[in-house]
């Protein structure tokens, strides 16, 4: 699957890590950077991911920074994007399931590795039910 990731320097550690567990899984990549943990800012990657997610470019998108909110409050004023923060394996789930997100968003200051594979896993084999949640996700982009 073809996937876009990028963080500021608050989340290059995880970012790095996360984009090395993606392509051992047999994905392919699009990284917009950070290149390093000198400061930048975040809309400019958050930007990027969201732009090839509503593009087509990529079918997921991943995000890192400090928090996740960060980054998710700039992915989401692209239309078409949903990019939901996830801080435990049932939002990560319940983000795609329910809310069709295609952007997941995390905060390397609250997950560990470990936990962010395991978000990722779960995001990325997770389909979303359509049904009534459908009637809800099209009003959002109204």
């Known amino acids: 699957m073809k996937l876009s990731i990028a963080s500021d320097h608050a989340g290059f550690r995880l970012k790095t890590q996360l984009a090395d567990f993606l392509r ?4 392919e990549l ?8 000198a400061s930048c800012d975040y809309p400019d990657f958050a930007r990027a991911v969201a732009a090839d997610v509503a ?6 998108g ?6 996740g909110i960060g980054v998710s409050i700039a992915a989401n004023r692209v239309r078409c994007v949903r990019a939901a923060v996830c801080l435990n394996e049932d939002i990560a789930e319940f ?17 560990t ?5 395991k978000f990722l896993r779960i ?3 997770t ?3 359509g049904g009534r949640h459908q009637r809800r996700v099209e009003k959002i982009e109204g």
């Open 24 to 27: 051992a899984q047999g994905h």
């Open 30 to 37: 699009l990284d917009h950077g950070a290149e390093s943990e």
């Open 55 to 60: 593009s087509g470019a990529a079918r997921f």
């Open 62 to 67: 991943v995000l890192v920074c400090s928090s």
């Open 95 to 111: 983000s795609r399931r329910h809310n069709d997100a295609n952007i997941i968003c995390l905060g390397q200051k609250y997950v």
């Open 113 to 117: 590795t470990v936990m962010a594979e």
């Open 123 to 125: 995001f990325l084999a």
């Open 127 to 129: 389909d979303f039910e």
